[in-house]
Nanobody, 118 residues
């Protein structure tokens, strides 16, 4: 079964940068789209960015121009470079593999906490 594993979160000041990583096991990573999501307490999980198997990317309006999603299929790893971070980016960030009709292929992992605060 596919199991995504997130890492790289932490505490950063406003305007700072972080790079998140997502590793996947039990999965032919290269043939599927991969997405980053985030969630804050009491809110629904939000789609942040998606990268397709051939590298096509899509971003939520709130992160366009600041976040960059990328993938290394040889390493079964996906990244989210986050620049110009804002306090409203504070959330738990998750990665997963979206199904075309909705839902995800993998279970939700523990995520990685990103806190943007001075």
């Amino acid at each position: 079964q596919v199991q995504p594993m997130e890492s790289g979160g932490g505490l950063v000041q406003p305007g700072g940068s972080l790079r998140l990583s997502c590793a996947a096991s039990g999965f032919t990573f290269s043939t599927f789209a991969v997405s980053w999501y985030r969630q804050t307490p009491g809110e629904l999980r939000e789609l942040v960015a998606t990268i397709g198997p051939r590298g096509t990317t899509n971003y939520a309006d709130s992160v366009k121009g600041r976040f960059t999603i990328s993938r290394d299929n040889a390493k079964n790893t996906m990244y989210l470079q986050m620049n110009s971070l804002k306090p409203e980016d504070t959330a738990v960030y998750y990665c997963n593999f979206p199904r075309p009709g909705g839902g995800t292929y993998g279970p939700w992992g523990q995520g990685t906490q990103v806190t943007v605060s001075s």
